[in-house]
T-cell receptor, first 114, second 117 residues
């Protein structure tokens, strides 16, 4: 089955700095790679995603890059703000298939200091 | 956008009793639903996958007789934790999927904090 590794487990930055979180996956058939933000006591919320036919995607301060050959993808947050502090999870799936369950990384606790 | 409603948000039950958690897709038909368990400071671990009208598929190590899943309709799935014990205390999260929706349609509920005393 799919295995997703996520690093770092914790990340502390100053407000305005950039934050980068990296994930690797094992299943070459995975084709959908979402990133979720989870606040304490809440369910995960999708912040950005990418499909395997695209190398990069950007949405304002958030971007995701995918290297399908190396099987890794990264989340980039620029101009970080204190409200970006949360736990971030990457995930992978064979999104288009009926089987397509999500496999999550271990999570990264991001702390943005004012 | 797609919304998944999960209830209750918190529940405390006595050891040995059963607890039912509901997951509803409010504005779309969920052909597939997923149930996750999350322990403190850990990732989401998939417990089972269910497709409407068929039995749930449980992940390895998850007791199907203890965690009963019923995908009753295209908008409702329930998870019943039977004979709950303190070690079942966890954060349970459902996800409903509309394969015809954008982003492959994964939408998560807000989670249920189960505490067994």
């Amino acid at each position: 089955g799919e295995n997703v590794e996520q690093h770092p487990s914790t990340l502390s930055v100053q407000e305005g700095d950039s934050a980068v979180i990296k994930c690797t996956y094992s299943d070459s058939a995975s084709n959908y790679f979402p990133w979720y933000k989870q606040e304490l006591g809440k369910g995960p919320q999708l912040i950005i995603d990418i499909r395997s036919n695209v190398g990069e995607k950007k949405d304002q301060r958030i971007a995701v890059t995918l290297n399908k050959t190396a099987k890794h993808f990264s989340l980039h947050i620029t101009e970080t703000q204190p409200e970006d502090s949360a736990v971030y999870f990457c995930a992978a799936s064979r999104g288009g298939t009926s089987y397509g369950k999500l496999t999550f990384g271990q999570g990264t606790i991001l702390t943005v200091h004012p | 956008g797609a919304v998944v409603s999960q209830h209750p948000s918190r529940v405390i039950c006595k050891s040995g009793t059963s607890v039912k958690i509901e997951c509803r897709s409010l504005d779309f038909q969920a052909t597939t639903m997923f149930w996750y368990r999350q322990f403190p400071k850990q990732s989401l671990m998939l417990m089972a996958t269910s497709n409407e009208g068929s039995k749930a598929t449980y992940e390895q190590g998850v007791e199907k007789d203890k965690f009963l899943i019923n995908h009753a309709s295209l908008t409702l799935s329930t998870l019943t934790v039977t004979s709950a014990h303190p070690e079942d205390s966890s954060f349970y999260i459902c996800s409903a999927r509309d394969v015809a929706g954008p982003n492959y349609g994964y939408t998560f509920g807000s989670g249920t904090r189960l505490t067994v005393v």
